[in-house]
């Protein structure tokens, strides 16, 4: 048999800490996904277009009235004029949407940069298709880029720079300017830039979210990728989408359609309906604000020492006041010992560098964070 080709890659750290958690009958704020049910307008959208007839294949790039609804969500969000037909597709949720981007641009010994912690998915979608990860650690406590570092990594050999805005795991946001700079290096070069923004709509203290699509000189170098799984609370439902100029798209939706082809039917329908009352996504930011600031809240009189989080819904906790311990042993200890389970950050190093920081998620109930958080402040 011939040796695997990720032979370093096992079972995902959410996956080991969420069956951890399960099996001590932890308070789970591990795992990214909400505790509380997703709008029941939205349930009935998917039952209604069910029953109506829906469910056969939809058009491979996505049902044309959803395209058309992200298209009018993007121009009232970040003033981009998309083309529903070339430059929206719709994809088996933002992991296949940054799969098939990778595939359809990198080539076998194309390097492609990324910037640790970084998400799980990058690496070995860059590998499978022969790329070469090349990982640039962002400063810390504050994540953002060194742009030296960037610099002296940049070969004749990249291809793409993938980047997250907000930040899994930190929730740090890039600034206008982090944009601007980053423009420079990819016009130079001329490469591709890869923008993960599943979090946009969570996004906090009055800052605005730089999706690469509000920057007209990007437009024939970036693709922007989507998901309508953390928008409403849905992350099982696995849709998402990728946007971008039409020459890029073309290529996309050429891999697209042999990963998957297309994705569920009635709910590509419920979701273009359900976009059209803005306020449905708009008011998320003050939504998660509110839980992030309950659990700061809640987190008070601990010795855990949290960093500053401007997005996402995930909050970085330093334990250093408390324990020396690992952080993957940190966290097996507190789902074991303390049953409140958390995410090592560490693991999102390909060095496991280990700050002694744990990463939490407080997409949860407020009896859910106010019962862990009761525990976190007695330990």
Known sequence: MKPSRLPDVGTSIFTVMSALAQEHQAINLSQGFPDFPIDPEIIELVHRFMKDGHNQYAPMAGALPLREAIAGMIAKSYERELDPVNEVLVTAGATEGLYASIAAFVHPGDEVIIFDPSYDSYDPAIRLNGGI?????????????DWEQLEHALSPRTRMIIINSPHNPSGAVMSNEDMQRLATVVLSRDLILLSDEVYDRLIFDGHAHQ?????????????????????FHATGWKVGFVAGD????????????????????????????????PLRYEQLGN????????????????RFTPLACSGSYFQLMSYRNI???PDVDMARWLTTTHKVAAIPVSVFYQDGTDNRVLRFCFAKQEQTLEKACAVLRAI
């Open 246 to 277: 039409a020459s890029l798209l073309a290529e996309v939706r050429k891999t697209h359609q042999f990963i998957v082809f297309s994705v569920h039917t009635p709910t590509q329908l419920a979701l273009a309906e359900y976009l059209r009352q």
């Open 287 to 302: 939504f998660y604000q509110k839980k992030r600031d309950f659990f700061l809240g809640q987190m008070q009189g601990s």
């Open 133 to 145: 990860p090349i990982r640039i650690k962002l400063t810390f406590p504050d994540f953002r880029i």
């Open 211 to 231: 999706s690469v699509l509000k920057y007209p000189e990007l437009r024939r170098n970036t693709l922007a990728v989507f998901s309508f799984g953390k928008t």
């Open 323 to 325: 324990s020396d311990l």
